[in-house]
């Protein structure tokens, strides 16, 4: 072993350059740190969190749960059976929303899904019942161990992917993509939405319901390992994913039904590239769900947008939500629309950066960065900017183009609150008015106040007992 | 024997693998060796080499090791990780030049770096310097103005984790040869240094150096380690440190006055360690940094040198105050306490003394003293300074005290606050003697006599004497007798040690009644 007091000492400098100069000026190795100031008002509670005895095994152990996690596909089952969902009964995106609040791609999903489960017949008519909550009930589907992408709404009637983590049993549950376009999940509830979502719960679920059941268990995590090396991030981009589920399933699809619907099942999923983002979220979902209550731990768990509010849950803090006013997403819009059409930030989808995916990987995926608007270079300095707030690196998802390093995984509050950089996500953009649909694609970062008032609850908590083997002791 | 064990989910590409099973496999008491993804080929090479394939999916990461005869398998699991680790980090050098990192954590992660040094503003310094401990990674901490409490949990956490904490406000410690913050160029040898005190420990490794006496480390341990509420944990950590390294043979601690107890237990603790251990404890009646320094040359069996001076001796005295305008707060306290009082000796600390009795510097033994020194830095509150700073009465001003650094480099870096006060007190008619430091070495600024200089002349040309201590060593990048000669044409008095700096000026002071 190296002898501590006369190896070749290196220094990591954090501060003043001229002590790093000094170092530089002996030949010795210096790297330096770019410190500045953190986050106004944080700094009592980064000092109190930064001394809670608990954190570092906390965090230690969030990360090893998450990591731990191996989610597989091992059925598809329709909501109410899976989440025990009545007929007014919806799960929707993100944190907590009322009617009152919600914005309009939350309020046209909303309107299409009371169509869809026969409570009115015309869409337009939903909005009194939803306005009052008779005969209807809204929960995010984060509560229900469930995730959906923008608008997030599931009903009764839809049929869910479900996950399963083999080692613990633990199950998290998805709808199946619809497509792009005028869609519910961006708020679109015209009849031609309703008729596919009809055709999903008639024909599609029950047919992937079969294959799962011949062909699976599936890996969705092993899927998306290979995806990050077939330049999909898992977000915005899941081209490669979607046609490994198919090759995965597709035999099995076959042998399962009518030929005529088979043809229609594969037509429909190869024609849309998004459709694995369905199975990528959950995964990350059951992944960080194995992280959520460990106390001490800085680490966020969740983050979601209802199209109002971005919130985030923290591991430390339990069912928590902090949450702060979504942002409208820059990027680039389909067609005529602009700025002016988008609404702001909506969906569970940023569960992929949580837990490693989507912008924090965007440098796996060059393909997507100028739909989102950036170059090459962005994406490779957007990925390594997430290593400054992450607890680890994936073991298992990693960036070819940053020579296979893991994906930066782990949000830490501490580490956000200390840098000021907010985690990167690459979002769909949905019209701001009901019924519009998709109107683009970008980027977007939650509200920084968000992370200080996480901070702040964590401090509250934190344990600031001295310890027994204290100053006095050796 | 053969080991087996597969690690669920970790993943890496199979040229790594392959280069990490090529090192593990040459490494010392390994027979063979394969780290790979568990894909049914990479199973069946494992059962071709004689291993018992495991129960594994493609998705997971199998390491199989077959050790000789003196095969350790701890040793050889390390030389797996290492393997990986290496693996990872090429990779990631060779990758595109990355913005540098934000914070202390991040930095370490991605770094062989063996100690963290953080220099960044007081309340935010306990957050940086909690990363390096997180990251098993000693830290120095040169910021000052780090609350207490926030100070005692660091070090006790350091302690949990065996590692040490340098500071806070630690401005000098030379690890493994390489001078971090304020330290002087020294060279190799017996002595391992502690120091709650950051120019008392300049003072001692120079007057050492200039003894012939080298150092296998010096520790900053931070102005409070010594007091009662941090209970010298630093010190005690630096102490084991060093008393578990085979070349210091002698272990020297260095403080500004600490608290008794603390001190009594230190010298306890040292008596249970197997290398010899001097305290050199500032205080009313305790020997000072040079007569330390001498106990310690005398601890080695080594002669005690006639410690250099410079200059002509300054013709006559004069009636008048002594104003000394200091950079180091160490120095300048031990400067108060040897031109001071003469009622406080033999007091406090004796429990610090262990060594044999190097009584030449003792604050009590001086020829003579001037009574109450007034000072920013006060032995006792009594004697504090107002806002002013100037008062009729002999002097001692720290410009490196944190009063006078807020918004400024520090004076050792700076001398624009002291250089103005030095021309102020030449032209006071009260002005006796003017008694200053230069401190050099790394950090320090590049040439201190090309400003002090011309000061210094004016000031002697005025008839008043300026005596200086001069603390470096021949090494060092300033150049000790290039700094030394210049400050001497100008007609100062320089001495290598700050103890007898003092005494000289204080003789200077003329005996013809103050007023």
């Known amino acids: 072993m190296t002898d501590p007091l006369h190896r070749e000492p290196s220094v990591v400098a954090t501060g003043v350059d001229l002590l790093a100069d000094a170092v530089d000026a002996q030949a010795a190795p210096v790297t330096r740190v770019d410190w500045q100031p953190p986050m106004p008002g944080t700094d009592d509670d980064l000092a109190t969190v930064a001394g809670d005895r608990r954190r570092p095994a906390a965090n230690a152990e969030a990360v090893r749960r998450m990591l731990d996690v191996s989610a597989h596909l091992v059925d598809v089952v329709p909501a109410r059976e899976a989440l025990g969902l009545g007929a007014g009964d919806f799960l929707h995106a993100g944190p907590p929303i009322t009617w009152e609040r919600a914005s309009g791609p939350m309020r046209g999903a909303l309107m299409g899904a009371?169509?869809?489960?026969?409570?009115?017949?015309?869409?337009?008519?939903?909005?009194?019942?939803?306005?009052?909550?008779?005969?209807?009930?809204?929960?995010?589907?984060?509560?229900?161990?469930?995730?959906?992408?923008?608008?997030?709404?599931?009903?009764?009637?839809?049929?869910?992917?479900?996950?399963?983590?083999?080692?613990?049993?633990?199950?998290?549950?998805?709808?199946?993509?619809?497509?792009?376009?005028?869609?519910?999940?961006?708020?679109?509830?015209?009849?031609?939405?309703?008729?596919?979502?009809?055709?999903?719960?008639?024909?599609?679920?029950?047919?992937?319901?079969?294959?799962?059941?011949?062909?699976?268990?599936?890996?969705?995590?092993?899927?998306?390992?290979?995806?990050?090396?077939?330049?999909?991030?898992?977000?915005?981009?899941?081209?490669?994913?979607?046609?490994?589920?198919?090759?995965?399933?597709?035999?099995?699809?076959?042998?399962?039904?009518?030929?005529?619907?088979?043809?229609?099942?594969?037509?429909?999923?190869?024609?849309?590239?998004?459709?694995?983002?369905?199975?990528?979220?959950?995964?990350?979902?059951?992944?960080?769900?194995a992280a959520r209550d460990v106390e001490g731990s800085t680490m966020v768990v969740a983050m979601a947008r209802n199209g109002t509010d971005f919130g985030i849950q923290v591991s430390g803090t339990g069912d928590r939500w902090f949450t702060g006013p979504a942002q409208v997403p820059e990027g680039l819009y389909l067609g005529d629309y602009g700025p002016d059409d988008a609404n702001p930030d909506i969906g569970d989808s940023a569960i992929t950066e949580t837990a490693g995916l989507g912008g924090f990987s965007m440098a796996a995926a060059p393909a997507i960065v100028r739909f989102v608007g950036g170059t090459v270079p962005d994406a490779l300095a957007t990925t390594r900017r997430m290593y400054e707030i992450t607890l680890a690196e994936s073991p298992r998802w990693s960036v070819p183009t940053l020579e296979f390093r893991g994906a930066p995984t782990g949000i830490d509050v501490s580490l956000v609150c200390r840098t000021g950089i907010v985690p990167q996500i690459n979002t769909g953009m949905a019209g701001r008015v009901a019924g519009v649909g998709q109107v683009g694609a970008g980027l977007v970062t939650p509200p920084a106040e968000i992370f200080p008032a996480a901070l702040a609850e964590l401090a509250a908590s934190a344990d600031r007992q001295p310890s027994a083997s204290g100053a006095r002791s050796s | 024997m053969n080991h087996v064990d597969v690690r669920r989910g970790a993943y890496a590409d199979s040229v790594t693998l392959m280069q990490v099973s090529r090192s593990v496999a040459t490494s010392h008491g390994v027979d063979g060796a394969m780290v790979a993804m568990a894909t049914p080929l990479n199973l069946d090479l494992l059962a071709g080499?004689?291993?018992?394939?495991?129960?594994?999916?493609?998705?997971?990461?199998?390491?199989?090791?077959?050790?000789?005869?003196?095969?350790?398998?701890?040793?050889?699991?390390?030389?797996?990780?290492?393997?990986?680790?290496?693996?990872?980090?090429?990779?990631?050098?060779?990758?595109?030049?990355?913005?540098?990192?934000?914070?202390?954590?991040?930095?370490?992660?991605?770094?062989?770096?063996?100690?963290?040094?953080?220099?960044?503003?007081?309340?935010?310094?306990?957050?940086?310097?909690?990363?390096?401990?997180?990251?098993?990674?000693?830290?120095?901490?040169?910021?000052?103005?780090?609350?207490?409490?926030?100070?005692?949990?660091?070090?006790?956490?350091?302690?949990?984790?065996?590692?040490?904490?340098?500071?806070?406000?630690?401005?000098?410690?030379?690890?493994?040869?390489?001078?971090?913050?304020?330290?002087?160029?020294?060279?190799?040898?017996?002595?391992g240094v502690v120091a709650a005190s950051g120019t008392g420990c300049q003072q001692l490794l120079c007057l050492l150096d200039s003894g012939g006496v080298g150092i296998t480390a010096a520790f900053g341990v931070g102005g409070r380690d010594l007091s009662e509420p941090v209970g010298g944990v630093s010190t005690r950590q630096a102490m084991r440190r060093l008393d578990a390294d085979p070349a210091t043979e002698l272990i020297v601690v260095v403080s500004k006055p600490p608290a008794a107890t603390v001190a009594t237990e230190l010298v306890s603790y040292a008596g249970e360690l197997s290398t010899p251990a001097e305290?050199?404890?500032?205080?009313?009646?305790?020997?000072?940094?040079?007569?330390?320094?001498?106990?310690?040359?005398?601890?080695?069996?080594?002669?005690?040198?006639?410690?250099?001076?410079?200059?002509?001796?300054?013709?006559?005295?004069?009636?008048?105050?002594?104003?000394?305008?200091?950079?180091?707060?160490?120095?300048?306290?031990?400067?108060?306490?040897?031109?001071?009082?003469?009622?406080?000796?033999?007091?406090?600390?004796?429990?610090?003394?262990?060594?044999?009795?190097?009584?030449?510097?003792?604050?009590?033994?001086?020829?003579?003293?001037?009574?109450?020194?007034?000072?920013?830095?006060?032995?006792?509150?009594?004697?504090?300074?107002?806002?002013?700073?100037?008062?009729?009465?002999?002097?001692?001003?720290?410009?490196?005290?944190?009063?006078?650094?807020a918004g400024r480099a520090h004076p050792m870096i700076d001398p624009t606050l002291r250089l103005e006060r030095l021309a102020a007190e030449a032209a006071d008619p009260d002005t006796a003697v003017l008694l200053l430091d230069v401190v050099l070495g790394h950090g320090a600024h590049p040439d201190p006599a090309a400003d002090l200089a011309p000061e210094v002349a004016a000031t002697t040309t005025r008839g008043v004497p300026v005596v200086i201590a001069l603390v470096g060593t021949a090494a060092d990048p300033q150049d000790l007798e290039g700094q030394a000669t210049a400050l001497a044409d100008a007609g100062a008095e320089v001495f290598a040690s700050n103890a007898e700096a003092t005494r000289r000026a204080v003789a200077l002071v003329g005996t013809g009644g103050l007023r």
């Not at chain 2, 060594?355 to 003792?362: C, D």
Request: aromatic share 4%; proline share 7%; hydrophobic share 45%.
């Open chain 1, 114 to 289: 009371c169509a869809l489960e026969g409570l009115v017949d015309d869409p337009e008519r939903a909005a009194p019942m939803l306005a009052t909550g008779t005969q209807v009930s809204l929960d995010p589907c984060h509560h229900h161990g469930a995730v959906g992408p923008m608008a997030g709404v599931v009903s009764a009637s839809m049929w869910m992917w479900v996950l399963e983590d083999p080692a613990s049993g633990r199950r998290t549950y998805c709808s199946l993509n619809e497509g792009l376009g005028k869609v519910l999940r961006y708020g679109a509830y015209s009849p031609d939405v309703l008729d596919r979502l009809r055709w999903m719960s008639t024909t599609l679920g029950p047919l992937l319901q079969a294959a799962v059941r011949r062909a699976g268990p599936i890996d969705v995590t092993a899927i998306l390992t290979q995806m990050l090396h077939m330049g999909d991030e898992a977000h915005n981009r899941n081209r490669s994913g979607t046609l490994m589920l198919l090759r995965d399933l597709g035999p099995a699809l076959v042998d399962a039904g009518a030929s005529g619907d088979v043809a229609e099942a594969i037509r429909f999923i190869g024609g849309n590239d998004h459709f694995f983002l369905n199975l990528a979220m959950p995964a990350c979902k059951l992944a960080l769900d």
């Open chain 2, 49 to 191: 080499m004689g291993f018992e394939p495991p129960d594994a999916s493609p998705n997971d990461m199998v390491v199989a090791i077959r050790l000789g005869p003196d095969g350790e398998l701890d040793e050889a699991l390390s030389a797996v990780d290492a393997a990986l680790a290496v693996a990872r980090r090429t990779r990631a050098a060779g990758a595109v030049e990355a913005a540098p990192h934000r914070t202390t954590a991040t930095a370490l992660r991605d770094s062989d770096a063996t100690l963290a040094l953080v220099s960044v503003p007081g309340p935010y310094a306990f957050v940086e310097a909690m990363d390096a401990l997180a990251a098993s990674r000693d830290v120095m901490v040169f910021s000052d103005n780090m609350p207490l409490e926030q100070e005692i949990r660091l070090k006790s956490e350091a302690a949990e984790r065996d590692l040490l904490v340098m500071g806070p406000d630690c401005g000098t410690a030379v690890v493994g040869g390489l001078g971090l913050g304020f330290a002087n160029a020294t060279r190799p040898g017996p002595v």
């Open chain 2, 279 to 405: 305290f050199v404890l500032l205080g009313a009646g305790e020997p000072d940094l040079t007569a330390g320094a001498e106990r310690v040359l005398a601890a080695l069996d080594r002669p005690t040198p006639a410690w250099p001076r410079w200059g002509e001796r300054a013709a006559s005295t004069r009636v008048g105050y002594l104003r000394g305008l200091y950079c180091g707060g160490t120095l300048c306290d031990e400067a108060m306490l040897i031109a001071g009082q003469a009622g406080e000796t033999g007091q406090a600390g004796q429990a610090g003394q262990t060594g044999q009795a190097g009584q030449t510097g003792q604050a009590g033994q001086t020829g003579r003293q001037l009574g109450p020194v007034r000072s920013n830095i006060p032995l006792s509150p009594e004697l504090a300074l107002d806002g002013s700073l100037t008062a009729p009465a002999h002097l001692m001003i720290d410009f490196g005290d944190d009063a006078l650094t």
